[in-house]
């Protein structure tokens, strides 16, 4: 059965609404894991070891490689999706269960490995495809410094129809292409900025893969508005083109790698302020991403048959900084400040001689 976006999206902010009503009377009703975790559902027992096992098993207890690949899996995996119907069934692990077509779409390139390393291991835990991607980027979050605990639902059965191809905006797409395809999924502008914290620990490997885990931002380990200030900066433009709308334009900082995509948005009037408004802002940024996020992970699903199990996702460290800074050797004049309607925040400057290259991300 079909559910509309809107209901569903309703039903599940009801349910969170309901489960945090009256904490004294849910503390009567906890129930007690076999290795004694409490939680409000049962169902959420079996997920505990699947937390653990996915912290210290497949990330590593890091904010490294397979966390930021497991986040970008779960955006890869939802967004088939549309309002419209006969793009997929979202949040749905069809990217999983039909692994021989979906990885060979051409915007799921690198998506392979983390694929090979979450499909095993939610067999060999018995849960859902769809639950290992979504559940799996609740707890990936949690490792990274700065993330949001982001509400988390499990019970999804697994998929039966692939996404179709052409579902994920590609990173030469131009605005207007980008925002109706998440329209279409039912995003608005400025939700989609906000999913785009993600890329604060991000990397790229099938873009460039001679420079492969370049990192989008200078500080990859850390969910942090730096990736919103670093794509900012005026940047230096690639000789040649790669098509129509399709020139690149450099980092300033060497090691860092700029989506084009990234920087139309940046500095697209429909988003730009959005954008900007992230920059000092990582509360905003982080609480803006965490609903956008748990929006995203319930598309097509209807969240009165899940289970709400956000409880079992760990807090992650918070972060000293809550703005991002000026690199060392840049100044004010090296932003380009794109939203006409608010003034630009004053950032502090990082102390030392100018950076001369963020390393790639390591390989786990």
Same mark, same amino acid.
């Given at each position: 059965?079909?559910f509309?976006l809107?209901?569903?999206v309703?039903?599940?902010l009801a349910l969170a609404a309901?489960v945090s009503?009256s904490?004294?009377?849910?503390?009567l @009703?906890l @129930?007690t894991c076999?290795d004694?975790t409490?939680v409000?559902?049962? /169902?959420?027992?079996r997920?505990?070891?699947?937390?653990?096992d996915?912290?210290?098993?497949?990330?590593?207890? /890091?904010c490294?490689?397979?966390?930021h690949?497991?986040?970008?899996?779960?955006f890869?995996?939802a967004i088939?999706?549309?309002?419209?119907?006969?793009?997929g069934?979202?949040?749905?692990?069809?990217?999983?269960?039909?692994?021989?077509?979906e990885?060979n779409?051409t915007?799921n390139a690198g998506?392979?490995e983390?694929?090979d390393?979450?499909?095993p291991?939610?067999? %060999?835990?018995g849960i859902s495809y769809?639950d290992?991607? %979504?559940f799996?980027?609740s707890?990936a979050?949690s490792?990274c410094?700065?993330?949001p605990v982001?509400?988390?639902?499990?019970?999804?059965?697994?998929?039966?129809v692939?996404a179709s191809?052409?579902?994920?905006p /590609?990173?030469?797409d131009?605005v207007p292409?980008?925002?109706a395809?998440m329209?279409?999924?039912g995003f608005?502008p400025?939700?989609l =900025?906000?999913?785009?914290?993600?890329?604060?620990?991000?990397a790229?490997d099938?873009i460039?893969?001679? =420079?492969?885990r370049?990192?989008f931002?200078s500080t990859?380990?850390?969910f942090?508005? %730096?990736?919103?200030?670093d794509v900012?900066?005026?940047?230096?433009v690639l000789p040649?083109?790669?098509?129509?709308?399709?020139?690149?334009v450099?980092?300033?900082?060497?090691?860092e790698?700029r989506? %084009?995509?990234d920087a139309?948005?940046?500095?697209d009037?429909?988003?730009?302020c959005?954008?900007?408004?992230f920059v000092?802002?990582?509360?905003?940024?982080?609480?803006e991403f965490?609903?956008?996020?748990?929006?995203?992970a =319930?598309l097509?699903?209807?969240p009165a048959k899940?289970?709400d199990?956000?409880e079992l996702?760990?807090?992650?460290?918070?972060l000293?900084?809550k703005?991002?800074v000026?690199?060392?050797g @840049?100044?004010?004049?090296?932003?380009e400040?794109s939203c006409?309607?608010?003034?630009f925040p004053?950032?502090?400057?990082a102390?030392g001689p100018p950076?001369?290259?963020?390393?790639?991300?390591?390989?786990?």
């Amino acid at each position: 059965m079909a559910f509309s976006l809107l209901s569903v999206v309703s039903t599940a902010l009801a349910l969170a609404a309901t489960v945090s009503a009256s904490p004294a009377a849910d503390s009567l @009703k906890l @129930k007690t894991c076999p290795d004694g975790t409490k939680v409000r559902n049962a /169902e959420c027992c079996r997920f505990v070891k699947v937390r653990d096992d996915l912290i210290n098993d497949l990330f590593e207890g /890091e904010c490294g490689e397979n966390a930021h690949s497991t986040v970008r899996i779960a955006f890869h995996d939802a967004i088939g999706f549309s309002k419209k119907g006969g793009k997929g069934g979202g949040a749905d692990g069809s990217i999983l269960q039909f692994d021989d077509i979906e990885l060979n779409f051409t915007m799921n390139a690198g998506i392979d490995e983390i694929a090979d390393d979450l499909k095993p291991f939610a067999d %060999q835990h018995g849960i859902s495809y769809g639950d290992v991607i %979504q559940f799996g980027s609740s707890v990936a979050l949690s490792l990274c410094p700065g993330a949001p605990v982001v509400q988390t639902f499990v019970g999804r059965g697994n998929a039966t129809v692939p996404a179709s191809d052409f579902t994920v905006p /590609e990173p030469f797409d131009t605005v207007p292409d980008i925002l109706a395809r998440m329209a279409d999924a039912g995003f608005s502008p400025a939700e989609l =900025i906000a999913l785009l914290a993600s890329h604060s620990i991000a990397a790229q490997d099938k873009i460039e893969p001679a =420079i492969a885990r370049s990192p989008f931002d200078s500080t990859p380990d850390q969910f942090d508005p %730096q990736v919103y200030l670093d794509v900012l900066l005026k940047g230096t433009v690639l000789p040649g083109n790669l098509g129509p709308g399709k020139g690149e334009v450099l980092s300033p900082v060497d090691g860092e790698f700029r989506l %084009q995509s990234d920087a139309a948005l940046a500095r697209d009037p429909q988003t730009a302020c959005t954008w900007q408004g992230f920059v000092s802002d990582q509360a905003l940024m982080a609480k803006e991403f965490a609903k956008a996020m748990a929006k995203l992970a =319930i598309l097509g699903q209807n969240p009165a048959k899940l289970t709400d199990c956000t409880e079992l996702i760990p807090q992650a460290k918070p972060l000293k900084r809550k703005t991002a800074v000026i690199p060392a050797g @840049k100044t004010r004049k090296d932003i380009e400040v794109s939203c006409p309607y608010n003034r630009f925040p004053n950032l502090p400057t990082a102390a030392g001689p100018p950076v001369t290259s963020v390393p790639p991300v390591p390989e786990q």
